[in-house]
């Protein structure tokens, strides 16, 4: 399995507070990206990060920032949850950007509920 | 990237092949389809894929039509761990930054 590891697994919190959710990665993968789950809409992309400090908005970006430091890390930061927000996150990771070299790997997720 | 039309849900019985299709006629040479899968609570895994000529790997086949209009994933022998939402997708290079999985099919293996 890729090395994909997703902080904290499970979060529950109050509207308002900030939280940040970790993805970190062993592969050395150069594209990483963060999607949520919720019923009835599938996996929607959220923001998607294509090295060290580039990332890019993906079609469900407001309300949510990213960065990446590091190669194996990328950081994913309501400013001011909202109980819109409590969804399942997960992280994804790929060595290219489409075609042969798309394969995406995904995290275990983190389940964040908003109250 | 082209749209992919998958049917809502399919039951199989253990052992038997499990064969779940997927059409995507407005699909482009330069396009190629991906098969995932999400076991429930886990993240989506990937399953195969391919451009023109049919694939196999350990987990699956994926039978291309010669028009690439549509294509087949295999499952070979099913298991009752292979019930799942599987995901078919079309995809060429450089643009999947925007991609977003559609619903797929629930697979149910029955004993």
């Known amino acids: 399995d890729a090395g994909i590891t997703q902080s904290p697994r499970h979060k529950v919190t109050e509207t308002g507070t900030p939280v940040t959710l970790r993805c970190h990665q062993t592969e050395n993968h150069r594209y990483m990206y963060w999607y949520r789950q919720d019923p009835g809409h599938g996996l929607r992309l959220i923001h998607y990060s294509y090295g060290v400090k580039d990332t890019d908005k993906g079609e469900v970006s407001d309300g949510y920032s990213v960065s990446r430091s590091k190669t194996e890390d990328f950081l994913l930061t309501l400013e001011s949850a909202t109980s819109s927000q409590t969804s399942v996150y997960f992280c994804a990771i790929s060595e290219g950007l489409g075609g042969a070299t798309w394969t995406q790997h995904f995290g275990d997720g983190t389940r964040l509920s908003i109250l | 990237d082209a749209k992919t039309t998958q049917p809502t849900s399919m039951d199989c019985a253990e052992g038997r092949a499990a064969n779940l299709p997927c059409n995507h006629s407005?699909?482009?040479?330069?396009?190629?389809v991906y098969w995932y899968r999400q076991i429930h609570s886990q993240g989506p895994q990937y399953i195969i894929h391919g451009l023109k000529n049919n694939e196999t790997n350990e987990m699956a086949s994926l039978i291309i039509t010669e028009d690439r209009k549509s294509s087949t994933l295999i499952l070979p022998h099913a298991t009752l761990r292979d019930t799942a939402v599987y995901y078919c997708?079309?995809?060429?290079?450089?643009?999947?930054?925007?991609?977003?999985f559609g619903k797929g099919t629930l697979l149910t293996v029955n004993p």
């Open positions: 997708i079309a995809l060429k290079g450089g643009s999947n930054y925007k991609l977003t």
């Open positions: 407005t699909i482009s040479g330069n396009e190629y």
